[in-house]
Every structure is written in C-alpha cells, then in structure tokens.
C-alpha cells in the first residue's frame, strides 16, 4: 500500500509530497513530488505496474539518470579496471554532459544518434576532425556502461545503442620501415641523448609490443635462463609471453648489468619510480632520421610486417602481438602472398604430384 506524506521544509517553506510504497514480493519504493497530483498518479501507476509485473520499467528505469549511471560505472566498475581507467572516463564525461540528466527511460536511439554525429562533426581541441573511429569508441564507452547497468544492476530492461551500427572506418593503418629506414632510425636513436631509446626501440621491432607495455616492464618480468619476458598487463587483459631475440639479448643483459640497484623498471625515469617517457626522444630521432608520417606504434605494424613477409600465418602473427581475433591481423595478409603461394603449391604437389 501507498503512504503519502506531506512535508514542508523549515528553510525555505517549499512543500513537497514522500510517495512510500510497501508490497509484498517487491522492495519497498519512495519518490518524492511537488505536487500531491504527481504523487498520487505515481503511487497508482507504480502499484498497478507492481500487480501485474510491469514494476521494473516504470521504477528503476525512471527513477536513475545517465548521470548516475555513470558515476556509479566509475566507482563499481573502472576502479576494478583501472588499465584504461582515464581514456574511458573522459569519454563518458563527455556523455554525461550531453545526456546525463536524463533518465534510463528517456534515453533513445535517436538522441543518441543525434549526439553520435554531433560529437562526429566537432573538431578537437586541435581543430583537427574526428574520425569515425574515435566516435566508435565513445560510443563502446557508452554502450558497455549500458550493458553493465542492464546485466548486474537491473535498471534497465532494454538496451538502447544495440540497434546502432558502427561507423564505418577506414581499414587498418600499415606503416612499416623499409630497410633503409629502419637503418636511419636505428643509427639516430644510438645516437639519441636518452640512453635506453636504442634498445626499447630494437624491443619493439623484435616483439611487436606496444610502447605502454615495454616502458611498464619490470625487471621481475624478465626471464635471462628462459630467454623470455612476461607482459601481466596487456590491452586484451591476458598475459603475454615475448621470446627474447638473439640480437636483442646482448644488448638487454648488459642494459642489467648497468642498471640502477634502486630502480624496479627495465627503463625507468631518471628519479626511478615510475616508467621513462620517451616521446620528446622519439620524435627528435624520427625527424633526424628523415623519415616521414611514422609514430612509434608503426613499429609494431613493422614487427607484425616483417612476420609476414618470412612466412608466418595470420594465427602465428596474432599469437606475436597478442590478438584474440584474426581480424585485427588480416591488414598484413597481402605481405604474405610468396608464403600463401608456397603453400598452395605444396599442397597441389601432393595432391596431383610434381609438373
């Protein structure tokens, strides 16, 4: 049964009406309203709805904000998940000021999409365009926080983004170094006055590892014995084995051998608490190598390029960087063609024997 109570607040005089709604088999309920009407048009629809099982709609759904449902995404969820933890919260930021007022049951395909492009056709802070696919992934931040309120909070029944395609993006960046760039960059990060660039850089080529990953490297991670190194934290959240090549061992053994008694990471900061940053380094020797429109993650494109074009397949290549998908890898399949074409022929031989 509903109890209404009538309220007057001693600062302002303002009164206002608190709806209880007590029910059995259903948790009690409590709204308030300025008005006496909304209160008891309330109380009416949500016992009616309670009766007859259509409770959860007309309560939760109107009752929490985008608003709420994002902060509270922030607190329960990325504080487990703090890997990516600020890229996601400024892209959900950016939604609560859009559409965090209001509430789950406003909440449509068409304001969304209507925010979608409009987020698409501003430019950053840097005038430059925003691509479909840096929209895609503030749409992906939106949509999980979604997901999550549907699946372990129950506010909302259904999903508003899951009839929302995709915007279509360009395929997949493929920048490697050619030999002769690889050479310049090489000699100009030996040259570089960040004494550890050389080697990080020669890391990567000979990995595929993502920069964030070889600067979070810590010495405890570093096998000599087994010639490996283990990567806890990865982008897809898996650890990762990377096998320590011949020509990067030296190099990494006397790197420890040299190493500050202090310092917990492979390439830490001069103050030694926390991962180098390289950026100023790397852009100064890209430039001093002349080589044009590369940045450092196109040494993992390099990486999983070079895999490609001495034989190894898109799976082999997808173990290497750490992909759980075959998509991601199938941009390097066309650097593979004299492989493909081997074994085709391979398996034709067998088949119908030697021409």
């Not at 109380?43 to 939760?60: G, I, L, P, V």
């Not at 949509?143 to 009839?163: G, L």
């Not at 020797?285 to 390099?302: C, G, I, W």
């Amino acid at each position: 049964m509903a109890t209404i109570v009538k309220r007057i607040s001693k600062r302002t005089g303002r009164i206002k009406y608190r709806v209880k709604i007590r029910m059995k088999g259903h948790p009690p309920e409590t709204a308030t309203f300025e008005r006496i009407t909304d209160a008891k048009n309330w109380a009416a629809d949500t016992e009616s709805a309670m009766r007859e099982n259509r409770y959860f709609k007309t309560s939760k759904s109107q009752k929490y904000t985008v608003a709420e449902v994002i902060e509270r995404y922030k607190n329960d969820y990325l504080k487990r998940n703090p890997k990516r933890e600020t890229d996601i919260e400024r892209k959900l930021d950016w939604w609560k000021k859009q559409i965090g007022y209001y509430t789950l049951a406003d909440i449509s395909k068409s304001l969304i999409i209507e925010k979608r492009d409009l987020l698409l056709n501003t430019p950053k802070k840097n005038n430059a365009p925003r691509t479909p696919a840096t929209v895609n992934r503030f749409m992906t931040a939106l949509s999980h926080a979604f997901t999550i309120t549907i699946k372990e909070w129950e506010w909302m029944e259904d999903h508003p983004m899951r009839k929302i395609s995709k915007l279509q993006e360009p395929r997949g960046r493929v920048r490697f170094l050619d030999n002769d760039e690889r050479k310049r960059i090489l000699e100009t990060c030996a040259e570089s006055r960040s004494p550890h660039l050389y080697l990080i850089v020669m890391v990567a080529l000979s990995t595929g590892a993502r920069q964030g990953e070889i600067l979070g490297l810590k010495w405890k991670d570093v096998d000599f014995e087994r010639r490996i190194i283990t990567l806890h934290h990865t982008k897809n959240g898996e650890r990762r084995i990377l096998p320590i090549s011949n020509h990067v061992l030296p190099l990494l053994q006397a790197h420890h051998e040299a190493r500050s008694k202090h310092a917990d990471y492979v390439f830490p900061s001069p103050r030694h608490n926390r991962p180098l940053n390289i950026r100023i380094a790397w852009e100064s020797a890209v430039t001093k190598a002349k080589v044009e429109d590369f940045r450092f993650h196109d040494l993992r494109h390099s990486a999983a390029s070079y895999l490609a074009m001495n034989g190894a397949t898109t799976s082999e290549i997808a173990e290497v960087l750490g992909h759980k998908t075959l998509a991601m890898v199938k941009r390097y399949s066309h650097l593979s063609e004299a492989h493909t074409a081997g074994v085709v022929e391979r398996m034709n031989s067998k088949i119908f024997g030697a021409p």
